[in-house]
C-alpha cells in the first residue's frame, strides 16, 4: 500500500520523507524536521519506526 505522497527528490537529508512531507501540505522543511525531531525525542512518539514505515509507504520522488 503506498500513499500519495512523495518523497522530495531535492529537499532530503536522508531519504526525503520528512522534506516530501513539507512539499505536500506546503510547509517549511526545516519546520517540518524539527517538529519530527522533537516528536521522535519524546517517550510516546516511536520517531525511528515511523520514519521507516512512512519511508516504505511513500512513493519514489517525482523527478523532474
Known sequence: MK????RSSTN???????????????WSAN?????FVLLAITPMFPGII????LWLLMKDPIED
Not at 532530503?12 to 506546503?26: L, N, P, S, Y
Open 3 to 6: 500513499i500519495d505522497i512523495h
Open 12 to 26: 532530503r537529508v536522508f531519504a526525503g520523507v520528512i522534506g516530501g512531507i513539507a512539499e505536500h501540505f506546503d
Open 31 to 35: 519546520v517540518a524536521r524539527l517538529i
Open 50 to 53: 515511523a520514519y521507516l514505515v
